[in-house]
């Protein structure tokens, strides 16, 4: 048996609405199944969702603000006053500043833009910098990616004299700022009929309005933004990346291109994965450590020796980023270990002086994926008594939500279910933790702190081929609301399993299914291998791609878990790194079982084990759920069959060591014994250590097997032998062979041998099969899982 890491949430498919939208696009099943799991029924929404690129966007002026806040810029540019765009530091606010700033510059307008730093200002519009903006003569400041929750300082710019737009996706409180105009998707009254738009979306929105015609330019730095802040990708924002992907494939700007040849990507062959993995880090990087400023200018620069400069001084930052989290991941994962009881602490609140604030949000993520549960990263700054934190969440706990219980001791905070940034005092973070794992107690039972992997599909391997494969790209680009399709094959055979990578950390897994096979590569899953037993039945959840080597395609799955419901055989018979496996199965809390007291205490002193001398003891020896090895071989089948009669372990693995063969040895025909007592009654003596040799020589026999009918002999009494020297005795009446304890142990042996080290693992496998509980795994202890 082996359990999978997380639970497996299976949507279930409307086979007729997947057959029809089959039949009518004329799709492969697995894609027509994945679209209706998405919520897809028909065939308009289909077209719809696959060639999203085709639809039309929204007319930027349904915001209900957007006449009055083009009027007011336009007028701005006219009589050249000096407007200043204020973003923010993440990939979504440097592409939205550069959005907006491209726009302005070009129709000649007197603009800058100004990025808050991120340690000394923290998010958002602040006072200080309004007030700088005033002193410098700015009349017209337009917000990007932030000013939502900014209510005093729009307050503040209206008595400056400064008129105040703000552009923004956040989730917006209660009470709105009273700017000059708010252009935003989701705030109540909003007339616009798409909520979910990233900031780079709504500052493009106004460069739409703006410029009159879509600005197409631009829809590279939309697309990049978009992935990077992790907004849904469907609706206007799948439409807006299809497009942006396809300009930013030949983008013009020097800055991007040096970045990805920085990265090792081609930029002609770019996805929404080189942009979530590759562009969105790099550019969040500089923001994240010290300013966002290179960001900004590396996505403006024309000169080809700036944008080489600017690429590799993003590309260090990132490297020097990627440094700090995995230092401040290993120390907070310590100090979970070290000082928060998991069972107490339902909620994650932890912090330290120095920690980077620029990264903590990453490292929160970190610790969600290790421990599963809600994570809060603080950074303390003794000097002011303050804690800047970020915060993630899972499913069933509402970040905002319970956060703003907290209100009173979060001077500020902001977000929404999953993620959040907030400040408090040092001294309030203890309350902060308490109250929140107070209120986790009552919205997150054990179920919930096992993670969730859901699944769009279960197919089986007849469905899988290099068309519907190939298919799959009609339902990219992938992300938030669109993830990447995780699919499950139930119950296919394991027939390969190897540790594949430089470090052997990797896992490649072979599965077979009604005459198909599906190559299978598990990334970091190879601690996964030696719990796989070939011929095992296993339930598997990945995703498809398509392997070219070689000039050669096929399919393949790229692994995230593994299932196995049944018990499993590992056969170790002659296995020379038995070694290895013991140190294995001792750190897997193995049960070892001793048939021999030599064996037993020779290697069984530092192992959790038990020597079986009765067969009593092995009927009373608890297996069931354990994984056991059988270290070598009792004299009896009957012992291992008491020992495994009914129960179910989880494993068994055979070694059966033995330092004498007895199946292979001769073993006397009871022609043998007649001709050798024959032999005996003739001569009357016989001295054994003289011509035992001889006589073996003579007839073709091994003087073992001399030996060995001449103890059967004794034993009947049909002998007696002193010293090596053999005398008849006077015939007592018949006596069957059986009756010597000698002949009865050596036929037990070899038949031990014949069942046990002989045997192919077919035949074992079956062999234990007949005798385990045919256990199946109730309803509800399934449903834990999928």
Request: proline share 4%.
């Amino acid at each position: 048996m082996l359990q999978p890491s997380s639970r497996w949430i299976v949507r279930e498919t409307n086979q007729q609405l997947t057959n029809e939208l089959s039949q009518q696009l004329d799709i492969a099943p697995l894609v027509a199944t994945l679209l209706v799991n998405r919520g897809i029924s028909t065939k308009e929404e289909a077209q719809s969702f696959m060639y999203a690129e085709r639809e039309e966007l929204y007319d930027p002026f349904l915001f209900s603000d957007m006449d009055k806040t083009v009027e007011r810029i336009q007028l701005a540019i006219h009589e050249q006053q000096p407007i200043l765009i204020f973003g923010d530091y993440d990939a979504d606010g440097v592409t939205s500043t550069t959005v907006l700033l491209e726009t302005l510059s070009k129709m000649g307008a007197n603009v800058t833009y100004y990025i808050p730093n991120r340690f000394s200002e923290g998010y958002g519009p602040n006072k200080e910098a309004f007030q700088k903006a005033s002193e410098d003569g700015i009349q017209l400041i337009i917000t990007v990616d932030t000013g939502i929750a900014a209510l005093d300082e729009a307050r503040q710019a209206k008595e400056l004299g400064i008129d105040l737009i703000i552009t923004d996706h956040h989730e917006a409180g209660e009470e709105l700022p009273e700017a000059f105009s708010i252009i935003h998707p989701n705030i109540p009254g909003s007339t616009y009929p798409y909520a979910n738009l990233a900031g780079v979306g709504v500052a493009f929105k106004l460069a739409h309005a703006l410029n009159g015609d879509i600005p197409e330019d631009l829809l590279d730095l939309v697309a990049i933004g978009t992935i990077a802040d992790l907004v849904p990708l469907y609706g206007e924002n799948r439409t807006l990346v299809k497009k942006g992907l396809k300009k930013l494939a030949n983008t013009p700007r020097l800055g991007l291109q040096e970045l990805c040849e920085l990265a090792g990507n081609t930029i002609s062959e770019i996805n929404e994965e080189t942009v979530g993995f590759t562009i969105g880090p790099r550019l969040n990087a500089p923001g994240r450590l010290e300013h966002a400023g290179p960001a900004v200018q590396l996505l403006q620069t024309h000169n080809a020796s700036e944008a080489k400069m600017l690429a590799a001084e993003v590309d260090q930052m990132n490297n020097e980023r990627k440094h700090i989290v995995s230092s401040i991941a290993d120390e907070a994962i310590q100090m979970v270990h070290d000082h928060f009881d998991l069972a107490e602490n339902k909620v994650l609140v932890i912090g330290k002086t120095g920690w980077n604030a620029g990264v903590i949000g990453i490292v929160a993520s970190r610790l969600v994926e290790k421990f599963y549960r809600p994570t809060i990263i603080l950074s303390f700054d003794e000097e002011t008594g303050m804690a800047k934190g970020s915060a993630r969440s899972i499913q069933g706990f509402n970040l905002f939500d319970n956060l703003s219980t907290c209100s009173d001791i979060l001077p500020h905070f902001g977000g929404h279910a999953m993620a959040a940034g907030m400040s408090l005092a040092i001294d309030d973070v203890d309350t902060l933790r308490q109250r929140l794992n107070n209120s986790a107690k009552d919205q997150l039972n054990t179920e919930d702190l096992i993670p969730i992997t859901e699944v769009d599909a279960a197919i089986s391997l007849t469905e899988i081929d290099l068309n519907s494969i190939a298919q799959l790209n009609h339902l990219a680009p992938y992300g938030m609301g669109n993830p990447k399709p995780q699919i499950l094959i139930e119950k296919a055979m394991i027939t390969s399993t190897k540790k594949i990578g430089a470090n052997k950390n990797h896992l490649r897994m072979t599965l077979a299914q009604q005459d198909q096979s599906l190559d299978g590569i598990g990334f970091h899953l190879g601690h996964l291998a030696p719990d796989l037993s070939l011929g095992a039945t296993a339930s598997v959840i990945g995703q498809l791609s398509i392997n070219e080597w070689n000039n050669q395609r096929k399919p393949q799955i790229f692994l995230k878990d593994v299932l196995i419901e049944e018990w499993q055989l590992f056969d170790l018979r002659g296995n020379r790194q038995f070694e290895h496996w013991m140190t294995y199965l001792k750190e897997k809390e193995g049960l070892f079982i001793f048939f021999s007291e030599k064996h037993f205490k020779a290697y069984g002193a530092n192992l959790e084990s038990k020597c079986i001398t009765e067969k009593e003891d092995a009927e009373h020896l608890d297996i069931n759920g354990r994984n056991i090895i059988l270290f070598d071989l009792p004299s009896q089948i009957s012992w291992i069959e008491a020992l495994v009669k009914d129960k179910m372990p989880a494993a068994i693995y055979t070694h059966f060591l033995q330092e004498e063969a007895h199946f292979f040895a001769t073993v006397p025909t009871r022609s043998h014994f007649k001709w050798y007592y024959a032999f005996l009654l003739k001569r009357g003596t016989f001295d054994l250590k003289k011509y035992g040799k001889d006589l073996a020589t003579h007839r073709g026999w091994s003087k073992e097997t001399i030996l060995f009918m001449s103890k059967v002999f004794f034993e009947l009494d049909f002998v007696t032998i002193k010293d090596g020297f053999i005398k008849i005795n006077p015939q007592k009446g018949k006596r069957d062979l059986d009756d010597s304890p000698t002949y009865k142990i050596k036929l037990e042996q070899i038949k031990v041998e014949r069942e046990f080290t002989y045997s192919t693992y077919d035949e074992l496998k079956k062999w234990f099969d007949e005798r385990l509980a045919q256990k199946v795994l109730a309803e509800e202890e399934v449903s834990t899982w999928i």
